[in-house]
């Protein structure tokens, strides 16, 4: 995070502090950006929450007594950890042991000060884990099954739930929440807690955690409430009460690695710009510090001029990843990248995106087979400019 974006999460952070009660909040605090009902319609929204979490927990039960897998697919970030950590705990109160999984690196600074800080227990895939005994597992914050993590299991465990906020992909499951309407996963899995049996207690250390950690998830993916929908607003208001803003601060404020730091120098040397555009080639990036792509983007979108970033490098020789930000009307970050990039053989997408961000990844495939560094990147770099 830059300091514009510290002090404004600082800001917030005190707004939520002085919205803590002695008791947690009900449904009925209103904050900005949430519509006010009558009290018949807010009935109608109450019960049908809590429609949604007792058909939750009514699909977990189902499920008592067994070993669940909680998948994240892709590079771990503060509301796939935080929702997959509240999984969890509403499935223990159902006999359910459970265990997170993840695949690839969790590198930007501030989510590995999230599991260490929260004492987070997330396992990262690998073959010699023995996954046998797993009967079921739970996707979260995601609805795309293409992951090691579930071909490793054994065939005949069955897909729980599925909860997400992006884009509806008709997946079956026995249970699916996908809301395009909230900003967050770890606010629908907020309204889980708040509605159902297993609601946050004052005083409670592993309460606290997990209410620090949806928090922060909420402000990660809502980028500081800026992107935020009613949903995560009530489910801040009601998490204030029992998170650690102390330790939010310090998770959320970690410093920008020194590698992270050289990645925007060349960010702001190699930009290029077409009118309100800016494109910046980074060259190659070690696969630890992919996260200083972003970090890039992010930065340079506060050009004057310039409404629209991406930035892009060569991670480990093996994939060309991309980060995308925008604050134009007319750019939507997931048909952009998707109508430049295509899809793969298999009809995956190379990328996709939300409201003011996207992403690619694009396999370097055969010109991973040249040893001139420097012709390999001018090939990248000029196929990527040509593409966009």
């Known amino acids: 995070m830059d300091e514009g974006s510290l002090e404004e999460l600082a800001e917030q952070l ?24 009558s009290s018949g319609e807010e009935e109608g929204k109450t019960r049908r929450r ?25 590079f771990p970030d503060p509301d796939s950890i935080a929702s997959a950590l509240a999984h969890k705990f509403i499935a223990e109160k159902f006999d359910i042991e459970c265990i997170i999984l993840y695949n690839e690196d969790i590198s930007h600074q501030s989510n590995k000060a999230l599991v260490k800080k929260l004492e987070i227990e997330i396992i990262q895939f690998n073959e010699d884990l023995d996954l046998s005994e797993v009967a079921s597992y739970a996707l979260v914050d995601t609805q795309v099954c293409d992951s090691p993590i579930i071909d490793a299991l ?3 465990a069955k897909l729980c739930s599925v909860v997400d906020h992006h884009k509806n ?52 993916d809502t980028d500081n409430y800026f992107l935020a929908k009613p949903i995560d607003f009530r489910a801040a208001a009601y998490l204030s009460s029992f998170a650690d803003m102390d330790l939010l601060r310090v998770i959320a404020t970690q410093s920008i690695s020194a590698r992270a730091m050289d990645i925007l120098e060349r960010a702001l040397e190699k930009k290029e710009i077409y009118e309100n555009y800016l494109i910046s080639g980074v060259g190659f990036v070690r696969e630890e510090d992919r996260d200083g792509i972003a970090q890039a983007a992010d930065y340079l979108l506060r050009r004057e001029g310039v409404d629209t970033v991406i930035v892009y490098g060569i991670v480990d020789y093996k994939t060309i990843d991309g980060s995308l930000r925008t604050l134009s009307n007319t750019v939507d970050p997931d048909k952009f990248i998707k109508d430049l990039f295509g899809t793969n053989e298999n009809g995956k997408p190379y990328g996709g995106g939300r409201a003011d961000k996207g992403a690619f990844q694009i396999p ?4 991973v087979k040249c040893d001139d560094r420097e012709l390999l990147w001018q090939v990248i770099k000029r196929t990527i400019e040509n593409i966009i």
Do not use: C, W
């Not at 502090?17 to 950006?33: F, I, V």
């Not at 007792?54 to 994240?72: P, V």
């Open 364 to 367: 370097v495939g055969i010109f």
């Open 50 to 74: 809590k429609s949604r979490a007792e058909a939750f927990h009514q699909t977990l039960a189902k499920h008592r007594g067994e070993k669940m897998a909680i998948i994240i697919r892709g």
């Open 169 to 220: 992909l008709a997946l079956k499951a026995e249970f699916v929440d996908v809301r395009e309407n909230a900003g967050s996963t770890s606010a629908i899995y907020t309204e889980y807690l708040q509605y159902g049996i297993a609601e946050l207690q004052m005083g409670n250390v592993e309460d606290t955690r997990l209410a620090t950690a949806l928090l922060y998830g909420i402000i990660s």
């Open 154 to 156: 054994p065939k005949e």
């Open 14 to 37: 005190d707004k939520l502090q002085e919205l803590s009660l002695d008791e947690p909040p009900g449904p009925e605090l209103l904050l900005p950006g949430v519509k006010k009902f």
